[in-house]
C-alpha cells in the first residue's frame, strides 16, 4: 500500500517503541515486570498516557460506561460500520510490558500513520483499550469486552471483588457508569470487523523461527472456584488417622486437575494457579482451602468433559479425607475461530512486506474472542522469546514489534480497499 506520495506506508517504529517503554514504566516492578491490574491507580495512570496518545494521534477519544477508551477516526462512508483494533492495557501482578499494552499502543500508531500520510479510509476506525482483560481481583476477565458486546450480567454489575470492593464503585473511579452500561453496548451491525494485535504468549512461532502468527482460533476457557472445608486443629496432638486435612485434600484435587490435560485428560491445559488457606499456621491443620482451576481448549466439549471429570473425583478424595469440597463454575468463555477472510488479510499483509507467516491457535484468551460474538475477529501475532507471558522474562524483539505493526497498518488498508466498497 502507497501513501499518495508513492512511498510504501510504514508506522514510525521508532515513536511506537518509545510508547512501549513510556508506558512501560507505569506500574513498573524492581524485576523488570509491571503491576498494572484494573482498577488501581497504576491502570489510571496508564490509561491517562493512552488517552493522551490517542488525541495526539487524532483520534476523537472518549471513555465508555463499561471504561473501555475508545478513538474514533472517521472514514468517507458514513455508511460504513467501523473497523475496530484494540487490545488491553491491564496486567496481571508482576506482568509483562507488552501482553495488550502492544497491541494498544501499536493500534493507535496505525490510526497515526494514517494521519501523517493523511490516507483517508472509507470504513471509520474505532481503536480501544477494553478495560479489565485480565479480571483483576477475582472479577470477570475480558470485562470491557464482555460490556461492548452485551454479555454482562446483573452479578457482573453487583459483584464485590476479593478485596471486598463493589465492582460498580470501582468502575465509577475509572469514568465507567454500572448503571448505565448499556451504553457501552455496540450492535454487530456497527462493527464491520475487529483486529487484534499481540504477543504469541507462547513458543510456537519462535521454535519455527517464523516472523508472524496469523491466529486460527482462541481457546475456550472455564475457570472453576474450588473450596475445600476440612477441620482445622492442633498440628501436635491431633492423631494423623483423626485429622480432616483440608490442604492434603486440595493437593489431590490440584493433581487432579493436572491429570485431566493432555496426555490422559481431554484438554490441553489445566493449571490451579491461585490458592489460599485458613488459618494458614504452621501449628495448625489447615482447616479450609479455596483455589481456582482454569481448563483451555479450542473445543468448549473437551472443557465441559473435563469439569465433569472433576465434579466426580472430588466426591472420592473428600469421602477419602474427611473434607467437604465444592466445585463452582466461576466464567468461562467460548473458543471463537478467527473468520478466513481475516486470516487472508493478515496472510497478504504480510507476504506484502516480505514476512515469513504461520497459521495457529491461540493458548492464551484474548478480547476478540468476546468481539467475536458480533464481529469477524482477526489476530495478528508476533514472537515471544521462549514463549514467556505473564512475567517480567516477557519479551519481543523490537524489530519483530515494529514488523507486527506494519502488518496490522497494511491489514487495515487491504481490507479498507477490499471491503470498503460493498455494502
Ligand atoms: O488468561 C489469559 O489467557 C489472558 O492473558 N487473559
Ligand atoms: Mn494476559
Ligand atoms: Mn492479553
Not at 78 to 88: E, K, V
Not at 311 to 323: H, P, S
Not at 333 to 339: E, F, L, T
Not at 369 to 380: E, L, T
Request: proline content about 4%.
Amino acid at each position: 500500500m502507497t501513501t499518495r506520495s508513492g512511498r510504501a506506508m510504514r508506522v514510525a517504529g521508532d515513536r511506537l517503541l518509545a510508547n512501549i517503554r513510556s508506558l512501560a514504566k507505569i506500574g513498573a516492578t524492581a524485576d523488570g515486570g509491571v503491576s498494572r491490574l484494573a482498577f488501581t491507580a497504576e491502570d489510571a495512570s496508564g490509561r491517562e498516557l493512552v488517552r493522551d496518545l490517542m488525541i495526539e494521534a487524532g483520534l476523537e477519544t472518549r471513555i465508555d460506561s463499561a471504561a473501555n477508551i475508545i478513538g474514533h477516526r472517521p472514514g468517507e462512508r458514513q455508511d460504513l460500520p467501523a473497523l475496530m483494533l484494540g487490545s488491553h492495557i491491564d496486567t496481571v501482578p508482576n506482568g509483562g510490558t507488552l501482553d495488550g499494552a502492544y497491541g494498544v499502543l501499536a493500534a493507535i500508531e496505525v490510526a497515526r500513520a494514517l494521519n501523517d500520510h493523511h490516507t483517508p479510509m472509507s470504513h471509520p476506525l474505532a481503536i480501544v483499550a477494553f478495560n479489565n482483560e485480565e479480571g483483576a481481583f477475582g472479577t470477570r476477565g475480558m470485562w470491557g469486552a464482555h460490556a461492548l458486546v452485551g454479555a454482562l450480567d446483573e452479578a457482573d454489575l453487583a459483584a464485590v471483588d476479593d478485596r471486598g470492593r463493589p465492582v460498580a464503585d470501582l468502575l465509577f473511579e475509572m469514568g465507567g457508569d454500572a448503571s448505565h452500561i448499556d451504553r457501552a453496548v455496540w450492535s454487530a451491525d456497527r462493527v464491520a470487523a475487529y483486529l487484534e494485535l499481540h504477543i504469541e504468549q507462547g513458543p510456537v512461532l519462535e521454535s519455527r523461527n517464523v516472523e508472524i502468527g496469523v491466529v486460527e482460533a482462541i481457546t475456550g476457557r472455564s475457570t472453576l472456584d474450588i473450596s475445600v472445608r476440612g477441620k482445622a486443629s492442633h498440628a501436635g496432638t491431633t492423631p494423623m488417622e483423626l485429622r480432616q486435612d483440608a490442604l492434603v485434600a486440595a493437593a489431590q484435587v490440584i493433581l487432579a486437575v493436572r491429570e485431566l490435560a493432555h496426555p490422559n485428560g481431554p484438554v490441553r491445559v489445566a493449571t490451579v494457579g491461585s490458592l489460599s488457606l485458613a488459618p494458614n499456621a504452621w501449628n495448625v491443620v489447615p482447616g479450609v482451602v479455596t483455589m481456582q482451576a482454569d481448563f483451555r481448549d479450542v473445543s468448549d466439549v473437551a472443557i465441559w468433559q473435563a469439569i465433569s471429570r472433576l465434579r466426580g473425583e472430588v466426591l472420592e478424595i473428600a469421602m477419602r479425607t474427611g473434607t467437604a469440597i465444592e466445585v463452582e463454575g466461576q466464567h468461562s468463555v467460548a473458543a471463537v475461530s478467527c473468520d478466513p477472510g481475516l486470516q487472508d488479510v493478515i496472510a497478504e499483509a504480510s507476504e506484502s512486506l516480505d514476512l515469513s507467516h504461520f497459521s495457529l491457535p491461540s493458548g492464551a484468551g484474548h478480547d476478540a474472542q468476546v468481539i467475536g460474538c458480533i464481529a469477524p475477529i482477526g489476530m495478528i501475532f508476533v514472537p515471544s522469546k521462549g514463549g514467556i507471558s505473564h512475567t517480567p522474562e516477557e519479551y519481543s524483539a523490537e524489530d519483530d514489534l515494529i514488523a507486527g505493526a506494519n502488518v496490522l497498518l497494511q491489514s487495515v488498508l487491504t481490507y479498507d480497499e477490499r471491503y470498503g466498497g460493498t455494502f
